[in-house]
């Protein structure tokens, strides 16, 4: 399964922006998904995450009530609304996809795609 993100881009603080994922050749059905963020010097971390039957959806402390993580219909896009960013947001950007749960670490997903980067000024 190959992964595109788009959608990144320089931003004020306070400002909003969609990131989106596209699937290459198939929808992402029965994957599940997630966005997972690095800044420079940090570890990568999970961002976002949602199961493939749409039922659930996770979210890390830092990003809960500013992101939301949904699909198209067609199962084929993914999507991270992200609202009132902070210059703390800043940071590459993945989307990912998972034969297993959503909520399993980075190491566990099985496709990943090149990133897109963010980047929030003060």
């Known amino acids: 399964v190959l992964l595109l993100e788009s959608g990144g881009g320089l931003v004020q603080a306070g400002d909003s922006l969609r990131l989106s994922c596209a699937a290459s050749g198939r929808s992402f059905n029965p994957l599940s998904m997630g966005w997972f963020r690095q800044a420079p010097g940090k570890e990568r971390e999970k961002v976002a995450a949602?199961?493939?039957?749409?039922?659930?959806?996770y979210y890390a402390r830092a990003v809960k009530g500013r992101f939301t993580i949904s699909k198209d219909n067609a199962n084929t896009t993914l999507y991270l609304q992200m609202n009132r960013l902070k210059p703390e947001d800043t940071a590459v950007y993945y989307c990912?996809?998972?034969?297993?749960?959503?909520?399993?670490?980075?190491?566990?997903?099985?496709?990943w795609g090149q990133g897109t980067q963010v980047t929030v000024s003060s």
């Open positions: 990912a996809a998972t034969w297993g749960s959503p909520t399993e670490p980075g190491q566990a997903y099985d496709y």
């Open positions: 949602i199961t493939w039957n749409l039922r659930n959806t």
